[in-house]
C-alpha cells in the first residue's frame, strides 16, 4: 500500500492497481481528493498493472464537488485535467461505487471506461439543487449514455437513480454483491483485460443523441412540458437544457466549452449563492448549541394525536409514512370517520399516482387506529395536540394528558401562536411539553417549528428535533413569542399589505408583485384561499377594514366564490370590480391620491418589515441562528429557494441599504418601521446577519 497524500492511496493487487480516496464524510472532491486523484493515476501508470479500481472509503463513492470551495481562489488540480487523465488510461480504469455518486463524483465515475456499482448505491447529478449545471462534462456525457430527452430529465429533476436503474439506463456496467465491491471490481478489471473489452470512451460515442439531431423540438416541448413548471425563477434548468442542445449539435470538446461557459454563469449567479447557502443551512438548522451526542433521545415508537382535523390527519400521515403508528381521538365517531376518509383519499390518490400499490394503501391505513378516549394515551410515547386554536381547550386537554400519560412521555402542542408556557402550566411535568409546529398541508409542507418553552428539557428537545428529521421535516428550533417565528414574520408582512390597500394599492398587483419575486402567491391570494372569514364574526364587525366590510358583502374567500378576487367555477381568481371600489373609497377616505404601486415598492414594503421581525426575532434569541429563520421560510411559506430566505436576501442587500430605507419609511410612516437594535449594530460594526454568532433559543430560566 502506498500512500500517495492525507486522502488517497495506492495498492497494487497483483496485475490490479486500486486507488482508494478516503476522505470523510462524503469524499467530496476538494483540492486534496483532485490532487489526490491526479497523483494516483499517475502512480498508478507508473506500475505493471493491466487494470486500475477507483473505490472510495467510507459511507459512499465521490458525493460531488466540494460545495464549500466554491467561490474561493483554485486551488490544486483542476477536475479537468484528472478526468482528461483518466481517460487517457492505456489499461481499463473501472469506477467502483457504493453510497451515493453526484454530482462532479458522478462526472469523474463517467470517465472511467466500466463502472460496477452495488445495488444499495445510487447516482445522480443534483447541481441543479443547488443553482448549477453539471460542469465537470456531465452535461455532454449524460445525453451520450442515456439520450437528450432522458438527460435533461435526469439533470433538471437532479433525482438519486438507484443502481438497478442505472444497469438499466447504461450508466453503470455491472451490479456487485452488496458488501463485496472491491472484489466484484477486480474481478470485472482481471475479465475485462482477459476479454480484451475496448476502453470505453464516452466522449467518443454518438448514437445516443443523434436522434435528438433530426427531431429539435423535444428542447421546445420540455421547456414547455409540466414538469419544467418547477423551472419558474431558476436558472440552472434551462442552462442545462442549453447544454444537452449543445450535446446533441456540437461535436464534444465544443459542447464542453459551451458548459464551462454556462457553468460559469452560473456559479458566479446570486441564484447559485442562494442555493448553495440554502444547501449548508438545512444541514445547520439541526445543530442546537446546548444539546450535545450525550444528550438522551427518548424512543418514539408510538404517536398519540389529538384530533382527526387537516393538521391531525396530515400529522399522523407523517408517521405513518416512515412505520410509527399512530392513535387519533377525536371527540365524536364522525369527526374520525371524516378525518380517516381524508386521509385514506389522500393515500388513494399517491397510489393513483403509481407511487405505491393499493396494498400499501392498506397497510397504512392498518398503522392508524382511532379512540374515542385519551386514555388509549397512556402507553404511547409522544401526544401531539392538534385541535383549534383555543387556550381553554388546549389547558384542560394537557391537564387530562398529565394525568393519563406514563412518565417521560413527550407531550407536544401543534399550535401555531399560543404560548407553550401556559399550555404547560396545565400540567405537572412542564420540561415534558414543547410545541410542534407543523405547517399546512402537514403531510406535504417540509417545515416544522419546534418550539423551545421555558422548561421543557433538552432531551425533550433532542427528541423532538430527531423525530422531526425522521419523519422528513425540516425542523427548526424557536421560542415561544407570538406567532414564533414564521407567523410573527407574516404578521408583520400582512399588516403592510393590508397599509398598502389602504393607500390604493390593488391586492392583484400586490399579489402579482409577490408571485414575481417568486412566491406561489401573494397575500390576499393566501386571505381568499384561507377564508377572509377567520376571526370574524357578523355581530362584532365594525367594516372599518377592507377585510371587514368584504366580509360583510359576503365575500369569504374561494369557498364562496368572492374575496378580494371574483371566482369562477373552477376556483380561478379574476380581479374583482367590488374589491376595487372598496380599496378606491378607503384611500380616498384617508386622503392618498390614487397613483401607481411598482412591483419593485410593493416588494419593499412587504419584505423589510419580515427582515426587521427577523432580525428582533434574533436579537431576542427566538431562533438560533438568521439562517434557521430562512428555513422556516423557504419551508414553510415558500420563500423562492433562488433567494436563500429573508434574511439571506437581507445579507444581499447589504444591511445598510436595508437600514437606511428602514430609517426613511419610519420618517415617512412612523415608527412600526423603527429598526431592530441588532440591525443598527450589525450595520455599525460592518457585519452580516451571516456572521451572528449561533446561540441558544433564549428562555426566561435560562441564560
Ligand atoms: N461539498 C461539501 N460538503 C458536503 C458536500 C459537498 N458536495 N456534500 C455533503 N457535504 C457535507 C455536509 O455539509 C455535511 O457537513 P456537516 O456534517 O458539517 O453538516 C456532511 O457533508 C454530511 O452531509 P449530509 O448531512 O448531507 O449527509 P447525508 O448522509 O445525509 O447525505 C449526501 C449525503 C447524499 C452525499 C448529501 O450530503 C448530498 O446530497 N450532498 C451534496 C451532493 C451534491 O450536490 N453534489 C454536487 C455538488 S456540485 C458539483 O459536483 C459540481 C460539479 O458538477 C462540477
Redesign the pocket.
Known amino acids: 500500500m502506498t500512500t500517495i497524500n492525507d486522502v488517497t492511496e495506492l495498492e497494487i493487487d497483483g496485475d490490479v492497481a486500486v486507488i482508494t480516496i478516503d476522505s470523510p464524510?462524503?469524499n467530496?472532491?476538494s483540492h486534496n481528493v483532485r490532487d489526490g486523484l491526479w497523483d494516483g493515476f499517475t502512480a498508478a501508470f507508473a506500475t505493471e498493472a493491466t487494470s486500475i479500481v477507483l473505490i472510495c472509503a467510507g459511507?459512499?463513492f465521490i458525493?460531488?464537488?466540494?460545495?464549500?470551495e466554491f467561490g474561493g481562489a483554485p486551488k490544486g488540480k483542476g477536475?479537468g485535467e484528472v478526468q482528461a487523465l483518466m481517460e487517457s488510461s492505456s489499461v481499463p480504469v473501472i469506477a467502483a461505487i457504493h453510497?451515493?455518486a453526484?454530482?462532479?463524483?458522478l462526472?469523474v465515475a463517467l470517465c472511467a471506461h466500466y463502472r460496477i456499482a452495488v445495488p444499495s448505491a445510487k447516482c445522480g447529478?443534483?447541481?441543479v439543487?443547488?443553482g448549477?449545471?453539471?460542469?465537470?462534462g456531465?452535461t455532454q456525457r449524460l445525453p451520450r449514455i442515456v439520450g437528450a430527452q432522458k438527460a435533461m430529465e435526469f439533470m433538471t429533476s437532479g433525482v438519486?437513480v438507484p443502481a438497478s436503474d442505472c444497469l438499466d439506463m447504461g450508466l453503470v456496467d455491472e451490479l456487485a454483491v452488496e458488501g463485496n465491491l472491491l472484489d466484484d471490481a477486480k474481478t470485472m478489471a482481471r475479465r475485462l483485460v482477459a476479454e480484451g473489452k475496448p476502453l470505453k470512451k464516452i466522449s467518443d460515442s454518438d448514437d445516443k443523441v443523434a436522434p435528438a439531431r433530426n427531431t429539435p423540438e423535444i428542447f421546445d416541448e420540455f421547456r414547455s412540458s409540466k414538469a419544467a413548471r418547477k423551472f419558474r425563477g431558476f436558472k440552472a434548468p434551462e442552462s442545462i437544457i442549453k447544454c444537452v442542445e449543445a450535446a446533441v449539435n456540437l461535436p464534444f470538446e465544443e459542447g464542453i466549452a459551451r458548459e464551462r461557459e454556462l457553468?460559469t454563469e452560473l456559479v458566479t449567479s446570486p441564484e447559485s449563492a442562494a442555493q448553495r447557502y440554502v444547501?449548508?443551512a438545512e444541514?445547520?438548522v439541526w445543530?442546537l448549541p446546548d444539546v450535545s451526542r450525550d444528550t438522551p433521545e427518548l424512543p418514539v415508537e408510538t404517536v398519540g394525536i389529538i384530533g382527526a382535523g387537516t393538521m391531525g390527519g396530515g400529522i399522523a400521515m407523517n408517521f405513518v409514512n416512515v412505520g410509527i403508528p399512530v392513535t387519533i381521538v377525536e371527540t365524536n365517531q364522525d369527526a374520525l370517520d371524516r378525518g380517516l376518509a381524508v386521509v385514506r383519499g389522500n393515500y388513494e390518490r399517491s397510489s393513483r399516482n403509481g407511487r405505491f400499490s393499493m396494498d400499501e394503501v392498506e397497510r397504512r391505513m392498518g398503522m392508524i387506529s382511532t379512540s374515542l378516549d385519551m386514555a388509549d394515551f397512556a402507553d404511547v410515547d409522544m401526544v401531539i395536540e392538534a385541535v383549534f386554536e383555543n387556550m381553554d381547550v388546549k389547558k384542560e386537554i394537557f391537564g387530562k394528558l398529565d394525568e393519563i400519560c406514563k412518565p417521560g412521555a413527550v407531550l407536544a402542542s401543534n399550535t401555531s401562536a399560543l404560548n407553550i408556557d401556559e399550555i404547560a402550566s396545565a400540567t405537572t411535568r412542564p420540561e415534558s411539553v414543547i410545541g410542534m409546529h407543523f405547517f399546512s398541508p402537514a403531510n406535504v409542507m417540509k417545515c416544522l417549528e419546534v418550539v423551545r418553552a421555558d422548561h421543557t428539557s433538552l432531551e425533550v428537545i433532542n427528541t423532538a428535533m430527531k423525530t422531526g428529521k425522521k419523519i422528513g421535516k425540516i425542523g427548526a428550533l424557536v421560542g415561544v413569542c407570538p406567532g414564533f417565528v414564521g407567523n410573527r414574520m407574516l404578521f408583520a408582512r400582512r399588516v403592510e399589505a393590508m397599509a398598502l390597500l389602504d393607500e390604493g394599492a390593488m391586492p392583484w398587483d400586490v399579489d402579482k408583485a409577490l408571485y414575481d419575486f417568486g412566491f406561489a402567491m401573494g397575500p390576499f391570494q393566501m386571505s381568499d384561499l384561507a377564508g377572509l372569514d377567520i376571526g370574524w364574526s357578523k355581530e362584532t364587525s365594525t367594516g372599518a377594514t377592507i377585510r371587514e366590510r368584504l366580509c360583510e358583502l359576503d365575500r369569504r374567500g374561494q369557498k364562496n366564490g368572492a374575496g378580494y378576487y371574483d371566482y369562477d367555477e373552477n376556483r380561478v381568481g379574476s380581479p374583482s370590480p367590488i374589491t376595487e371600489e372598496l380599496v378606491k373609497e378607503f384611500a380616498e377616505k384617508a386622503g392618498k391620491p390614487a397613483r401607481t404601486f411598482t412591483a419593485d415598492e410593493i416588494v419593499e414594503r412587504l419584505v423589510l418589515p419580515m427582515i426587521n421581525e427577523g432580525a428582533k426575532i434574533l436579537e431576542e434569541r427566538k431562533a438560533i441562528r438568521a439562517s434557521d429563520i430562512d428555513m422556516i421560510w423557504i419551508n414553510g411559506y415558500n420563500w423562492p429557494v433562488y433567494r436563500g430566505g429573508p434574511m439571506f436576501h437581507a445579507d444581499q442587500m447589504g444591511l445598510d441599504t436595508v437600514l437606511a430605507r428602514l430609517k426613511e419609511l419610519q420618517a415617512e410612516f412612523g415608527d412600526k418601521w423603527k429598526p431592530a437594535a441588532l440591525l443598527e449594530q450589525l450595520v455599525a460594526e460592518g457585519k452580516t446577519f451571516a456572521d451572528v454568532e449561533a446561540k441558544p433559543i433564549k428562555v426566561p430560566s435560562g441564560s
Open positions: 464524510p462524503v467530496a472532491l459511507r459512499t458525493a460531488g464537488a466540494d460545495i464549500s477536475l453510497g451515493t453526484l454530482g462532479g463524483g462526472e447529478l443534483p447541481e439543487h443547488l448549477l449545471l453539471p460542469g465537470a456531465g438519486h457553468f444547501f449548508f444541514r445547520q445543530k
